[in-house]
């Protein structure tokens, strides 16, 4: 898929739910149970950020949030909750592939689901979210491993676009793991016949710190 065909593929999928939330309006599990480490006063990036559920969260724990997306569907929905939430989150519309990421900007940079990337994408995305940490700075990713395959409940079918712990090493070399777990999970993201990324997943979870 080229670019405009991404784009249009995602907003095709924001619009098809109406004034849905596609991934759902609650932080994914992985995300909620940061909430320790994501302290009150910190600055976070959530990368591919979609309907908000994740930035709104964190801004909701007291954090300073920008978020950045290409969907303007998704934006518009993620502006919403932000309002109904009664919280600031930063919103920016951008491609993650063209943007002008910032260095050495955030306390944590999130990415969760952005496995739209093929390797070579992904290996500078994540080398970018690496630079945007200030030293000392939090790496959250959540995905699914190559046994979602056999689930398909969400994610892609490329199994080099799906993560392991070996690819999170091999990307992240000088990096402190604090979590680094393949795990299996229900996951019921989304809401009614709208639900997206539901039943049986295979996951991973990485938190991981960038030398001081
Ligand atoms: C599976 S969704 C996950 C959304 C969000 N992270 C969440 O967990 O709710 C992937 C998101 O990536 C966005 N996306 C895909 N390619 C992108 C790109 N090149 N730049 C910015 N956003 C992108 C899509 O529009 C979509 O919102």
Request: glycine residues 8%; aromatic residues 10%; proline residues 3%.
């Amino acid at each position: 898929m080229n670019q405009s065909d991404e784009e249009k593929y995602w907003n095709g999928r924001f619009t098809a739910v109406g004034d849905d939330y596609l991934f759902g309006t609650e932080a994914n599990k992985f995300v909620a149970r940061q909430a320790e480490r994501l302290q009150s006063g910190k600055t976070a990036l959530s990368v591919a950020d979609g309907e908000g559920r994740n930035s709104v969260w964190m801004a909701e724990e007291g954090l300073t949030v920008t978020a950045v997306e290409f969907s303007p569907i998704a934006l518009h929905k993620a502006k919403r909750l932000a309002v109904e939430r009664h919280v600031e989150v930063d919103f920016i519309l951008a491609d993650i592939l063209k943007w002008d990421w910032p260095v050495a900007a955030y306390d944590a940079v999130l990415a969760v689901f952005i496995q739209f990337l093929s390797p070579l994408q992904r290996a500078l995305i994540f080398a970018a979210m690496k630079n945007a940490l200030r030293p000392g700075g939090l790496l959250l990713i959540h995905g699914y491993t190559p046994k979602q395959l056999e689930y398909k409940t969400g994610g892609p079918s490329n199994i080099d676009y799906l993560y392991t712990e070996a690819l999170m090493r091999e990307s992240f070399p000088d990096m402190e793991f604090l979590e680094l777990r393949e795990y299996e999970d229900n996951l019921q993201e989304g809401s009614g016949s709208q639900r997206h990324h539901s039943g049986r997943s295979a996951l991973i979870d990485v938190v991981a710190r960038k030398s001081s």
